[in-house]
């Protein structure tokens, strides 16, 4: 499943890549694709920032002397706060001015000009800047479609490489379009925008193939990987029990340290079984005797039914790669072939006319080839999919089953029966905290190291 996931991964870089570039170059003759772009754009808003903040220093300094010094704002002042606001901060910029103002009437008609010009400047400069901002916030959703695998991402990203082209047939440049419609099936198939249309649905297609793949065959990777990890340390913790109790020296170096206290703790409470016999040690010896009768059980399942790990991976559940590939394949095209004959349809309504064997008169209409009728005959083919879809939904509604009627005696024994399985539930909970405690006490008292490990652990290494 891995290996398909990152076909369709490949497919999805290819297809976007082919639509990114269709789009590019469909709208490359309105010579808008500029890099300076951006930064015009920068430039044009801190210039009308800068004018901006000079109409409120004025204003906030002519106030302010009018209500404290009785009289109007001196010129002097304001031919040199717009020399320092603007003027002076527009030099930095790659269209600077000719030179400082001397005269107020000059500022302020300089003022209104530059108003106005800036306006204007910044209503063309952003159209521009959305151009690079969609074409960048859609690569940036791409790449985040193939790490996350998220639906979302992939919707993003469609709908930010289209935005370019709804933006730019906002602004009435030249983009692909299909007036008149063709009447020939092949003429409107070679299209520019029916290209992009096929190409830009071959994208979501394969996106969310790549996501259905990844979502059926992560889960049972990262079940059979936590499986295969599980079985590992099942078998070594068996493993080294047998050792131990065979008598043999357990290397420290080939074991972490807590697994060497481990193997003390369990020789000393061997020991305390056979003379004093408390309780912590006899609960210590189950669980370890429940550990080998379990390595004992999955040795024996996987003897006897060699698909008992894919069984217990859910990998027999999953569907495999050859029917996914089989799938995404017909399912793809036969939406691709549903796609191409319903948009030819649609936009070429002498089609229609003709099936229909509509009268001279109306399959000559020029009202015929209007959007309007495009749209007309696209409502009833958007209503028929919820419509088999509440058809399908209605057909497949399961019955409901009638539950059995329980005689008496069966009810007290299901009464029975959930109060017993209570009991033994509140005596595993039980079981499981004493032994629980007790884990935390030998810790504990492991932690310190006395004369007695000292002893054992001589003992043993000999």
Known sequence: ???????????????????????????????????????????????????????????????????????AMPSDLIVGLYNTLVLRTWYMQPYGVSGPMTNVTEVWASFQTNVMEVL??????????????????????????????????????????????IIAAFRSLIVPDLNPFPVDFMVFLLRSAQILALVSFAYLEVSYQMIYSYSVGKPVEDREETLKKQLIALRQATRKQDAIERGEKVSITGMSRTTGATAFSFLREAIERKVVGTQDALENLDAISDVRRLQIYVDELFASDFKAKDELTAKAAAPSSSYVIGSTITGSAIRFLTVVSISFILMSPGVVSTLLNLPIGIQGSVELFQPEIVLLFLVPIVLLFPFIAMVISWFSKREVI????????????????????????????????????????????????DEWDKALEETFKR
């Open 1 to 71: 499943m891995k290996a398909v996931t990152w076909i369709l991964r490949i497919a999805s870089i290819a297809t976007f890549a082919v639509m990114a570039y269709l789009v590019y170059s469909l709208l490359d003759v309105n010579d808008f694709w500029h890099w300076d772009a951006p930064y015009t754009f920068v430039v044009t808003v801190f210039r009308l920032l800068s004018l901006l903040v000079f109409i409120l220093t004025t204003t906030m300094i002519s106030g302010l002397v009018g209500a404290f010094a009785g009289g």
């Open 402 to 449: 009638e539950k059995e009627k329980l005689t008496k005696e069966e009810k007290e024994a299901v009464k029975e029966r959930k109060k017993d399985l209570d009991r033994r539930k509140r005596e595993a909970d039980k079981a499981r905290k004493a032994r629980a405690k007790a884990r935390k006490k030998r810790d504990v008292d492991e932690t310190e190291v």
């Open 120 to 165: 204007f400047a910044l209503w063309d400069n952003t159209f521009l800047f959305l151009y690079f901002l969609f074409a960048g916030v859609g690569i940036a959703l791409f790449v985040q479609s193939l790490i996350r695998m998220e639906h979302k991402f992939v919707g993003g990203a469609f709908l930010s490489i289209q935005g370019i082209v």
